[in-house]
């Protein structure tokens, strides 16, 4: 039986207060065990996206708990916070833009150094993470020389370079056309088998649903059903 490398505990997230308070997180429980892959899927405004920013530890519950491989992460100062999303977590966000002055190769380096992973790895991680995404041609241009879909395979090379061991996607392929799409989750499913990461990504996508080992979906703030793929 895998490890629980995350588990959600009676979350709820509520934004202003009284009249005017929007509860977009409505208590939820979630245990997701390590080398799986996790879909999330809701309407638009039904809490996914302030979900995930609490499970990568870059909002705080309004109540309950996140545990990350048995630390709880709700607890942690400003500082352990930042070193657990630096060592752990990779992003692929439409918030997290791409560093403009930066290439591809420039980015992926970046996001290297401040993971702390050693130099010396740079090189070869930059090569493989560009390459899973199949950028490597277009390695040296900058994010306004790319497409939009071009920009977001960077992302998704700048969050797997460091190997993290989960990684969190928000529409991940929202940019991308179905061949495209097909592949970057045939690359989610290959580093949870071959890598044992855990990725957990948000879709509108129908397609895509059967790739997954587990699919939640949000209503209205709260987890209305898991479903194994078959
Ligand atoms: N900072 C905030 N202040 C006030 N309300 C917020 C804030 N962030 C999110 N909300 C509200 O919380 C609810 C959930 O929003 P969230 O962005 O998590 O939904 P979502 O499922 O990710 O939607 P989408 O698919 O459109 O990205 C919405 O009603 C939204 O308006």
Known sequence: MPNPILQASNITRSFGSGKNAVHALRGINLTITESSLIILKGKSGSGKTTFMNILGGLDQPTDGTVTFLEQDISQFNHQEVDNFRKKHVG??????????????????????????????????????????????????????????GEQQRVAIARAIAKRPSLILADEPTAELDSKRTFQIIRLFRSLVDEQKMTIIFTTHDPNVLHMADTIYELEDGQLIKSKLSS
């Open 91 to 148: 992003f692929i966000f439409q918030a997290f833009a791409l560093l403009p002055m930066m290439t591809a190769i420039e980015n992926v380096e970046f996001s290297l150094r401040i993971a702390g992973v050693p130099q010396e790895e740079w090189e070869k991680r930059i090569k493989e993470s560009l390459e899973w995404v199949g950028l490597s041609k277009r390695a040296k241009h900058r994010p306004y020389e790319l497409s939009g």
